[in-house]
């Protein structure tokens, strides 16, 4: 009869495992990292691919603000010159603010998907999947609006332009650019707060037809601050629709511009390029400060 022989046990086999240098510690964190990125652009796909179902939604994005540049510029073209300050016409004082408000409404919009995927179960079920981080449906609704954002607001200089409004240079462009995902950034935090928070859809459009309007008129989109009564400057100088707009009209009429111009006057203080800017920022940091609590009490 044939025996097995079985050799004995090495010195290799009884030794413990042990991680190669750093590399073990560092291959999670780089694993984790890869899947945060690979769920925020599968999450950010599906709503292009929502998008690209409705194509009416970007489309009437895109005719919007060009209908408001074309109709109000047309409504306000006999007024005198230099009424609205430095401005040539009224169209290009008009451009920077249909260009921020643009920018707002998309954004204000930004919590209405995350809301319907909550009301017809969908984001449940994201939320019981083993997601690396469930912020991954947060920045992935962030990175949607800012796209369509940019967009309009290419379609909106572009339009400026063709109405002579002029172009401001390349440095300018980069500043509109800034400007507007700093204010599409606040603004969507806020939005996708408000769609944890209210209770369905119908609560979340009533607050954004209701916070719409206000604040536009309640800001220098269409009129300067010297045209408005004392306490509707008072208001408009709170908006922080005004801190992304002068600056953006500002970058439009002085191809000169530096972080130390003025932009603005209110009731307040002078207010420069660069102080708007920290103002848009500061916006920023409070919402996203305000939201994370929010956020992480949902998710858990």
Known sequence: MSQTVTPPPSNLDNAPLKPAGGAAAIAPQQSGLSEFVQETSALTKRLFIQLQRRPSTLIAGLIQPIMWLILFGALF????????GDSQNYGQFLGAGIMVFTAFGGALNAGLPVMFDR??????????APLASRFSIVLASAIFIATLSLLQTAAIIIMCAVLGAGIP??????????????????????????????????????????????????????APLSFMPRWLQVVA??????????????????????????????????????????????????????IRSLLSRNFA
């Open 77 to 84: 073209q006999n007024v005198p010159p230099g009424l609205f």
């Open 119 to 128: 009301e017809f179960g969908f984001l449940n079920r994201l939320l019981v």
């Open 237 to 290: 100088s709170l908006n922080p629709l005004s801190y992304a707009i002068e600056p953006i009209r500002y970058v439009y009429l002085h191809s000169d511009w530096a972080l130390s111009s003025l932009v603005m006057q209110t009731p307040f203080a002078d207010i420069s390029m660069g102080a708007a800017l920290l103002v848009l920022i500061g916006f920023d940091a409070i919402a996203l400060l305000g």
């Open 169 to 222: 240079g390349i440095a300018g462009l980069l500043l509109v650019t800034g400007i507007v995902l700093t204010l599409v950034l606040g603004v969507t935090a806020l939005s996708l707060a408000l769609a944890f928070a209210l209770p369905g859809h119908i609560e979340l459009i009533a607050v954004i037809f209701v916070t719409n309007l206000p604040l536009l008129f309640a800001s220098t989109a269409l």
